[in-house]
């Protein structure tokens, strides 16, 4: 099993552009999260899902959107980047769809500049 | 809203010491408790989860420990080793995940 992957690993932005990070899993997992994690302030519920075509926000949703049309993938979409979303941003995902009551499963993450 | 704490932000031991990490948080209804370790510049791994019900678990050298009622867990190391070194976080998981700040370890050969 791959577990959890992310790519890119890297990406710079200019404002204003638009990107999306792409997140999979191979563990049939239905729950799938993503967070960012900024200095001092640990990680931040973006968006999560607890199955394909079930989509939810979390603590910080402004700027974000996501999709789930298959159980593997959980794009993260940036609609118009700006200098305050660079960060880093993980993906996760727990077996079930109280997902909650599971162990996480982290990718390595995508390191992100908007200049 | 759930806060999570962890303390100390940063410790640095000699290699072969015992050691506890701490964190706490406020709301007591949560459905378990999660740690985490992070190396520099990689995601985070799983050490151990406790469910709600759990007072604690074990793995190998870590052991981690939940008294729900108070709001605390603490994850003890034993004899460590400079292969510990990294930050280490806790997460709960209540009406959604909520991590800690870490505590960033570093053993000393």
């Known amino acids: 099993n791959a577990g959890v992957t992310q790519t890119p690993k890297f990406q710079v932005l200019k404002t204003g552009q638009s990107m999306t990070l792409q997140c999979a899993q191979d563990?049939?997992?239905?729950?799938m999260s993503w967070y960012r994690q900024d200095p001092g302030m640990g990680l931040r519920l973006i968006h999560y899902s607890v199955g394909a075509g079930i989509t939810d926000q979390g603590e910080v949703p402004n700027g974000y959107n996501v999709s789930r049309s298959t159980t593997e993938d959980f794009p993260l979409r940036l609609l118009s980047a700006a200098p305050s979303q660079t960060s880093v941003y993980f993906c996760a995902s727990s077996y079930g769809q109280l997902g909650l009551y599971n162990e996480q499963f982290f990718g390595p993450g995508t390191r992100l500049t908007v200049l | 809203k759930q806060e999570v704490t962890q303390i100390p932000a940063a410790l640095s031991v000699p290699e072969g010491e015992n050691l506890v990490l701490n964190c706490s948080f406020t709301?007591?209804?949560?459905?378990?408790l999660q740690w985490f370790r992070q190396d520099p510049g990689k995601g985070l791994t799983s050490l151990l989860l406790?469910?709600?019900?759990?007072r604690e678990q074990t793995s190998g050298r870590l052991n981690a420990s939940l008294d729900k009622s108070s709001g605390r867990s603490t994850l003890y190391i034993a004899a460590s080793q400079p292969g510990d070194s990294a930050t280490y976080l806790c997460a709960v998981a209540g009406n959604q995940f909520y991590f800690g700040t870490g505590t960033s370890l570093t053993v000393i050969p």
């Open positions: 406790i469910q709600s019900s759990q």
């Open positions: 709301d007591s209804a949560i459905y378990n």
């Open positions: 563990m049939n997992h239905e729950y």
